[in-house]
C-alpha cells in the first residue's frame, strides 16, 4: 500500500515557477514509477510527467517539455514536478500516481493516486 500527498500548488503569475512535491510513505515507494497528472476544470486528466523507479528515465507530454522536470528523491520518498515557464493553460488540479512500470502510463494503469495541489497561473 502507498499513499501519496501532493504540496507546492499555489497562485503564480504566468511565466513564474512552481515545484511540486508529491510524499509517499510504504515500505514499497522505490518499486514503482512516479507520474504526474493534471485536469483541468471540467476536463479530462491528462499525463504529464514520469519516472522510473531508479530516477534515471523519465517522460514527458509534448506541452510541457524543456518546461518542466520530473525529479525523485528515494531516500526521502518524495517526486518533484518543477515547472517553470508557467502559462495559464497550465492552470489544473495537479495529481501524483505510482504505476508499476513507466511504460504503463495510461489512467488505468495507476495503482495508487494522490488527492492532488492546485496550480493557478494567472496572465
Known amino acids: 500500500q502507498v499513499q501519496l500527498v501532493e504540496s507546492g500548488g499555489g497562485l503564480v503569475q504566468a511565466g513564474g515557477s512552481l515545484r511540486l512535491s508529491c510524499a509517499a510513505s510504504g515500505r514499497t515507494f522505490s518499486s514503482y514509477a512516479m507520474a504526474w497528472f493534471r485536469q483541468a476544470p471540467g476536463k479530462e486528466r491528462f499525463f504529464v510527467a514520469a519516472?522510473?523507479?531508479?530516477?534515471?528515465?523519465?517522460s514527458y507530454a509534448d506541452s510541457v517539455k524543456g518546461r518542466f522536470t520530473i525529479s525523485r528523491d528515494i531516500a526521502k520518498n518524495t517526486v518533484y514536478l518543477q515547472m517553470n515557464s508557467l502559462k495559464p493553460e497550465d492552470t489544473a488540479n495537479y495529481y501524483c500516481a505510482a504505476t508499476p512500470s513507466i511504460i504503463s502510463l495510461k489512467l488505468e494503469h495507476m495503482r495508487y493516486w494522490g488527492k492532488g495541489t492546485l496550480v493557478t497561473v494567472s496572465s
Open positions: 519516472i522510473d523507479w531508479s530516477g534515471s528515465a523519465t
